[in-house]
């Protein structure tokens, strides 16, 4: 599930969210924004059973997919956009 707010100027806050134990281990969001690095962006858990990462960004498109321990990928059909390159963003 991804959520989107906007912020004050031209940034938008963008959180990533996922199932606590689905899938299980580690896992971060990845992508153009952060240079496809994995654990900078890395999903923590809440307390309502979900995982969470918030990331502010400006105005584009952003390029990203989850990935989880074991090397595991996984997209979000929350996004505006999947295909073989994984989930795009449009703000």
Not at 71 to 80: I, K, N, R
Request: charged share 30%.
């Amino acid at each position: 599930m991804i959520k989107r707010n906007k912020l004050f100027g031209n940034q938008t806050r963008v959180t990533f969210s996922l199932p606590r134990d689905t899938p299980p281990g580690t896992v971060s969001v990845v992508g153009c924004f952060n240079g496809w690095e994995p654990g900078r962006h890395e999903l923590v858990p809440r307390r309502d059973g979900t995982r969470t990462v918030t990331v502010r960004l400006k105005p584009g498109e952003y390029r990203f997919r989850y990935l989880a321990t074991g090397g595991v990928w996984l997209d979000d059909e929350a996004a505006d956009r999947v295909d073989e390159a994984g989930g795009l963003l449009r703000l």
